[in-house]
């Protein structure tokens, strides 16, 4: 599973309970972030390319809380991203390289009622990954540079949208719940203690909604057959 978002800890906040718990039934799964984040945390002291470093740094340690070891960076300024061609191929690339039969990305619909999950950098990190699955990573026509590069086409079976409007399926993370917090944790320039509070919360409304007993949590996506 190939995870694509557009900043760190975005992978953390809507789907590490998931990635956690396809670790650990033996699911291979590598990142792709899109911005290294530079224009996150509150603290005008910090240089920005500092903060860029230091993000990256994060969520390298946050993916290895839930063994997560595969991270590529590609480098897009955070905050003015958009759905280029130069971004759609640069997300077909990893996608040929790694060879994923499910994407896990961000959706490109905006959530009016949680407008928060809907940056506009999520949205076209999101319709950007939407087209680098179809149609653009199964097509040798699209991007020839990547032919030149010796990465053959490939074609995604499914597409996990996380911060959909219509989710489709319900992933319980009871169980990987403390790696999901570890790896929030991890964001130590962007987030405080009061973090785990929140996701714990956040995964018990979802895990109510979907009828799963007291206690639970769960995170949710929209799945799109795309084989």
């Not at 990635?19 to 799964?29: K, P, S, Y």
């Not at 018990?204 to 996506?221: H, K, L, N, V």
Request: one cysteine or more; proline letters at 6%.
């Amino acid at each position: 599973m190939l995870v694509v978002t557009a900043h760190p800890d975005d992978v953390d906040f809507g789907a590490a309970g998931t990635v956690a718990a396809f670790r650990d039934a033996g699911t291979e799964v590598a990142y792709c972030i899109v911005t290294n984040g530079e224009a996150g945390g509150d603290d005008r002291t910090v240089p920005r390319a500092q903060m860029a470093s230091l993000r990256q740094d994060e969520q390298r340690d946050a993916a290895a809380q839930v063994g997560v070891t595969d991270v590529t960076f590609l480098g897009y300024p955070d905050g003015r991203l958009a759905p280029s061609i130069e971004l759609r191929r640069d997300i077909c690339r990893v996608i040929r390289r790694f060879r994923p039969d499910r994407v896990l990305a961000q959706s490109p619909d905006r959530l009016w009622d949680r407008i928060f999950a809907s940056h506009p950098d999520h949205l076209a990190a999101g319709e950007a990954a939407t087209c680098a699955v179809y149609p653009d990573a199964r097509n040798p026509f699209a991007h020839p540079e990547l032919l030149a590069e010796g990465l053959e086409p490939h074609i995604v079976q499914e597409l996990w949208l996380m911060a959909a409007p219509a989710p489709t399926i319900t992933v319980e993370t009871t169980g990987s719940m403390d790696r999901k917090i570890a790896a929030l944790r991890c964001h130590r320039s962007q987030h405080g203690e009061d973090v785990a509070d929140r996701v714990v919360e956040w995964g018990r409304a979802t895990a109510a909604g979907a009828g799963m007993p007291d206690g639970s949590t769960a995170e949710q996506f929209q799945v799109v057959r795309a084989g």
